[in-house]
């Protein structure tokens, strides 16, 4: 056993050289016991929803601040501005997890790649549908994140979750996988190579990968129109993606204004 993890922390250390690539593997440790005590997760008023837009379809995250403050924060900062559109699922293992969150523009991501955060205390575990942000070592967490497709709880020993997927599990299990592990491991991407080069090699070299193409927090209240909006015809942004909740326009009540028109007709009688 100790020799099959020296085998899986070479190959981090590997991942890791020139850039510095944020990788949870598979061959993790265990640890002895799961840190979550398990049952139905709570929300509490600090709660968020984040609605990924996927190119296969929807999918809704549940953000628990309580269960990783930093992570949550950073993650919310992220999808305000925007991080997070256009970036791939560039590594997505089968039975593993599905990975995201170099940005597309090498120049964006270059202002973020080494802007980290502290780690939290491990509160849930890496179960199906939780998610964690990668990182490359203790306090290394910055903008790389993946949805666990399976129980891979010997990651709790450095991986926070922050969220779990509440909508659209089966679109993340959708996700294209057929590139396998990224290099130099696999014949996957190179995260170094998505860091300098951005969108355009992965276009070209990876044509099959999936996309986060836009990420937004879900406000409440314009939640609450969504039944009607069944018949109202959406804009036309993107024909490829589904229609989204009736959110970005607030309805407006048109009154009518008969009566006092008939009222001052009477009068004048």
Known sequence: MSRLILIALFSVMIGIVGCKGETPTAGDPEVPEAASKGGTPTTTAEDYQVLLKTSKGNVLLQVHPEWSPKGAERFKELVEMGFYDNCAFFRVIDGFMAQVGINGDPALHAKWRDNNIPDDPVVESNKRGYVSFANAGPDTRSTQFFINYGDNSNL????S??????????VVDSLYNGYGEGA????GPSQGRIVGE???????????????????????EPAKTEAKSESAEP???DDKQPAEPAAEKSEKEEATADKPKEEAAKKDE
Not at 156 to 159: K, M, N, S, T
Not at 161 to 170: L, N, S, T, Y
Not at 184 to 187: D, K
């Open 184 to 187: 130099p491991s696999g014949s």
């Open 161 to 170: 979750p922050f969220a779990k997927v509440i909508q659209g599990m089966d």
């Open 156 to 159: 709790d020993y450095g991986f």
């Open 198 to 220: 951005g969108n355009a090699y992965l276009k070209k070299e990876f044509p099959m990968l999936d996309y986060i193409i836009k990420a937004t927090i879900v406000e409440e």
């Open 235 to 237: 804009e036309a942004k």
